[in-house]
């Protein structure tokens, strides 16, 4: 039973440059959050996406921008990278009805030059 | 926003102590969830809490759901090396679907 994954591991980018990642779900998940986590910190939830739509977003620019599949995969695009854009992004994949449990992707390392 | 707010925020600690750690709230959960994380990796949950009151165990941890639902306790007995890492708390605010989580408590385990 895979769990939650996600690509690329590693990225390096520069200011201003434009950055896609991905991630699939559990098996059986069909809801995916995407957060931010700084260093030192805990993750900050962006957004959720359900049935292809985005069900509730936090407090992020619109530069953070979105997509689910219909296999339930989903990407998070950012566009214009800031310094401060630079952190590990994670994935967490849930059943759509559950308000609750997330199961986290080992995240994207995301560097901003 | 709603916050979540861990102690303590580090804790070295021998192997083989117990350990406790809890995470307090502005505004009430109806879920409570416990996680670690360890270096290059994402959260791995531990314990899901549902019910004020409730005391549930997953091998050598136990949490509890406060009553008051503002809180939440995390107790680790008979610490080992591999417990070392970062533990969180976290919960969706009422008709939210998002994660909100505490900044952690940081475990180090002294052989």
């Known amino acids: 039973d895979a769990g939650v994954t996600q690509s690329p591991t590693h990225l390096i980018k520069t200011r201003g440059q434009q950055v896609t990642l991905r991630c699939s779900p559990k098996s059986g998940h069909d809801t995916v959050s995407w957060y931010q986590q700084a260093l030192g910190q805990g993750p900050q939830f962006i957004f959720q996406?359900?049935?292809?739509?985005?069900?509730q977003r936090g407090n992020f620019p619109d530069r953070f921008s979105g997509h689910q599949f219909p296999n339930y995969s989903s990407e998070l695009n950012v566009n214009a990278l800031l310094l401060g854009d630079s952190a590990l992004y994670l994935c967490?994949?849930?059943?759509?009805?559950?308000?609750?449990?997330?199961?986290f992707g080992p995240g994207t390392r995301l560097t901003v030059l | 926003g709603q916050q979540l707010n861990q102690s303590p925020q580090s804790m070295f600690i021998q192997e083989g102590e117990d350990v406790s750690m809890n995470c307090t709230s502005s505004s009430i959960f109806n879920t409570w969830l416990w996680y670690k994380q360890e270096p290059g990796e994402g959260p791995v949950l531990l314990i899901a809490l549902y019910k004020a009151g409730e005391l549930t165990s997953n091998g050598r941890l136990t949490a509890q759901f406060g009553i008051t639902r503002k809180d939440s306790f995390l107790n680790i007995s008979a610490s080992i090396p591999s417990d070392v890492g970062i533990y969180f708390c976290?919960?969706?605010?009422?008709?939210?679907?998002?994660?909100?989580f505490g900044k952690g408590t940081k475990l180090s385990v002294i052989p």
């Open positions: 996406y359900y049935e292809e739509e985005e069900r």
């Open positions: 976290a919960g969706p605010g009422a008709g939210s679907y998002q994660l909100t």
């Open positions: 967490a994949s849930s059943f759509g009805t559950q308000n609750g449990e997330q199961f």
